[in-house]
């Protein structure tokens, strides 16, 4: 469990974070989102004190981190960095093997890890291993960068930003990627994004920031459906609008209370299209969403009530 | 030109062998502490970004002292030789080393390090296995600018007894040679390119290779120069020295004869063109040379403190040179030599011929001639000015220019008239006609130690 109390930070030109308390529980894939400059990075580097806070205290299992042996923490804790980060005088083997090496790991055991993990990411070990930065494209790079955090078997996995400067193909692959290791794994993903969409897709729970300010605290379904307030609405507004969210068709009052067993249970984060294609494929599909069940009669109903693309 | 450079090349095969070695050794011996030194500095700076600017300005304001003035300040503190050559050598080539690793390791990407620090690396595995890695290019580039820079400076060390390639270009220039000009220079450059070349190739090997190798060379070095200082002879007793040229060469080998003709159990050591007139002297002070042949003139002009006038009268002139001498430096001045070389006035043949000109009072009437002295004997109250005063001369145009270049000058009709030596050769070689001193103005230059 990752407790964040009452971290303020002051740079020179003011505030980056100020008064901030947020807690994270174990296992969760926690997305801390907000738009350029919000702090959302800081607090994120503050959790391994790559960011010193001016006050307040930050605890790794109930451990301040301002007391612990902060090579050994961030040994035991993976890290990706935007565009994988990678050493370009090291091959993708040696910049894998860094945080297990420095554990003082065996190096047979280090290399059949890295094999496990190259394969886990859809990278062949026979191509990949010697190859130089410089011959990777941005994705494989990022592969590489996640195979680098996950290495040593950590408990928690920081992410800053890791696929904002992807095209948007690979950053797709990448995210179902992290969603999969993370479902797979037991360990704790905390990462930050200043892209909407991204944090609405992979969020167990997400933070949103501004200002190094917290502004609201839920999951993707709680915040679309009740923003806190006209930044976090703002925020989010044009992506709402864009993808039709089923947890905007629940709330918008159609349907029925749900009863029985209902052919088709759709998460709130999927769209009206994945409905749509589920009416194409069984018209008289009956879907389900938290507890309200929709026919595709109700579909017509909400598309006719859309207007001009901006309808809530 | 081509067939002098292989003839000289083959007459001076041994001596050019060892100073290009020389030169290779000095040169070395900067590079390698100048990098012992640059490198870690920079290293333990990087985190003093102030102390680190503040030393990079220091080595370029080092850099901007001209090669010749550092020497120059070296000497009463370290002496003559090998020693402040090197030190010369590594002060300059210090700001390219450790601006380049300075700068290489500075300008490493900023997302690089934090990575580093984020997955907790060691300091030694963050400063051998990024940084250094990492600004490796920079570092080698500087190393080559820096080993270019010393193997051409070095040439100057041939000018306070450090010998090497430049003692052949000084050689060159002073005696009019241009083969051992075009030798000394020559040798040189290939030095450097070649220098250059073996950087950029060693540049391809792996990081630690290069350590080991280095390792390597340094004891192998460190045990051959060892072994070397530890085996040599150890006869050596006497040193002598001479100036620049093949007159105080001659000189210095005679002297080595009759001292070896006479005690069997000393061995002298002769050191030709060890340099000019105030190396060699602080040279004697310092006890590295024993011996070297100097003219009374130029001890009490320039050597001795105090007004010394020079007397015209050769023995009253080198009782009281010597009584100065010993008195301030604790010295010996032989009884000199059955040698005599004076100032001057030197026309040629067909401009003495077409004025009528045999003696000093001649020139007078003729301020035309355009005159080509040494800058010395332009300055020197013993020079143009005592003669300005003593004769009434008035050239309407002196020019200064090396005392080595004005004979040709005057050959060639550049000049009209130059002040001579009266034992240079150069005299009968253009045939050229001294002029009579008839009111003894100049003083007698003995040589005597």
């Known amino acids: 469990m990752i407790e964040i109390k009452q971290v303020t930070k002051t740079y020179a030109d003011g505030d980056a974070l100020a008064n901030l308390t947020l807690t994270i529980d174990d296992g969760e894939l926690f997305v801390l989102v907000g738009p350029s400059g919000s702090g959302k990075t800081t607090l994120l580097r503050s959790i391994n004190r790559l960011v010193v806070p001016t006050s307040g205290q930050v605890f790794v299992d109930g451990v301040d981190v301002a007391t612990v042996d902060l090579q050994d923490l961030r040994r035991h804790t993976g890290y990706v960095l935007q565009s994988g980060a990678l050493f370009p005088n090291m091959t993708v083997e040696q910049n894998a093997q860094i945080q297990m090496e420095a554990l003082g790991w065996a190096p047979a055991k280090m290399h059949d890890r890295i094999r496990q993990l190259m394969h886990r990411v859809d990278l062949d070990p026979e191509v990949f291993l010697d190859r130089k930065p410089s011959e990777l494209s941005g994705g494989e790079a990022q592969r590489v960068g996640i195979v680098r955090a996950l290495a040593p078997n950590p408990k928690l996995v920081l992410m800053d930003e890791p696929f904002s400067a992807l095209d948007p193909l690979s950053r797709r692959q990448l995210q179902s990627l992290v969603r999969e290791l993370h479902r797979e794994l037991e360990t704790t993903f905390v990462f930050v994004t200043h892209d909407m969409r ?115 | 030109m081509l067939q002098q450079v292989w003839s000289y090349i083959a007459k001076n095969q041994h001596s050019i062998w060892l100073s290009l070695l020389q030169h290779i050794e000095i040169s070395a011996l900067a ?166 070349w073996l950087i950029r190739v060693l540049s391809k090997v792996p990081l630690k290779r290069l350590l080991i190798g280095l390792v390597a060379l340094i004891v192998v070095g460190g045990g051959v120069y060892g072994v070397r200082a530890v085996t040599a002879p150890k006869t050596t007793n006497v040193t002598i020295a001479g100036k620049m040229g093949g007159e105080p060469e001659v000189l210095i080998n005679m002297y080595k004869e009759l001292i070896e003709q006479d005690n069997s159990n000393v061995h002298v050591t002769v050191k030709a063109n060890f340099g000019g007139t105030s190396f060699l002297f602080k040279a004697l002070k310092s006890g590295k040379v024993d011996v070297y042949p100097e003219f009374t003139g130029t001890v009490l002009q320039s050597l001795v403190k105090g007004d010394q006038t020079v007397s015209h009268n050769q023995n009253k002139a080198y009782q009281s040179a010597k009584q100065a001498l ?49 800058p010395d004997f332009y300055a020197q109250e013993d020079g143009y000015p005592g003669l300005k005063k003593a004769y009434g001369l008035n050239f309407t145009q002196v020019k200064t220019m090396e005392p080595s270049l004005r004979y040709e000058a005057l050959a060639k009709g550049r000049i009209g008239v130059t002040d001579a030596y009266t034992t240079d050769p150069q005299l009968r070689q253009y045939h050229l006609v001294v002029l009579k001193d008839s009111k003894h103005f100049f003083p007698s230059y003995q040589v005597h130690h």
């Open chain 2, 326 to 374: 010993s008195k301030q430096f604790g010295m010996t001045y032989l009884r000199p030599m059955q040698y005599q070389n004076d100032y001057a006035l030197a026309v040629t043949k067909a401009t003495a011929q077409k004025y009528h000109l045999q003696n000093f009072e001649d020139l007078v009437s003729h301020p035309e001639l355009i005159a080509g002295f040494d």
């Open chain 2, 31 to 196: 590079a390698i502490i100048t990098i012992i030194i640059a490198i870690p500095l920079a290293v333990a700076l990087l985190n003093h970004r102030r102390a680190g600017e503040f030393v990079l300005q220091v080595a370029s304001v080092i850099q901007t002292i001209p090669s010749l003035a550092i020497l120059g300040l070296l000497i009463p503190i370290v002496g003559i030789g090998t020693v402040p050559a090197v030190i010369a050598l590594v002060l300059y080539a210090l700001m390219p080393i450790f601006s380049n690793t300075y700068a290489g390791m500075t300008n490493i990407d900023p997302v690089l390090l934090e990575a580093a620090d984020a997955l907790g690396v060691s300091r030694r595995f963050r400063l051998f296995r990024i940084l250094f890695p990492l600004a490796m290019p920079m570092i080698l580039s500087g190393i080559r600018i820096g080993v270019v820079m010393i193997i051409g400076t070095a040439t100057l060390a041939a000018l306070i007894g450090g010998g090497g390639l430049g003692t052949y270009i000084l050689l060159g220039i002073q005696t009019n040679n241009n083969a051992a000009l075009i030798v000394g220079a020559l040798l040189a450059a290939v030095l450097a390119l070649l220098a250059s």
């Open chain 1, 198 to 312: 991204e944090a609405l897709q992979l969020a167990d729970h997400l933070a949103v920031i501004h200002s190094g300010r917290l502004q609201q605290v839920g999951t993707p379904a709680d915040i679309m459906a009740k923003p806190a307030n006209d930044f976090v609405r703002n925020f989010f507004d044009d992506e709402i609008a864009r993808s039709r969210y089923m947890q905007q068709v629940a709330a918008s009052g159609l349907g029925k209370v749900a009863v029985g067993d209902e052919t088709v249970t759709l998460d709130g984060r999927d769209t009206i299209f994945d409905w749509a294609a589920a009416v194409q494929t069984q018209p008289d599909v009956v879907v389900r969403v938290g507890k309200t069940r929709l026919v595709a009669a109700d579909l017509i109903t909400y598309m006719a009530r859309m207007t001009g693309g901006d309808q809530q």
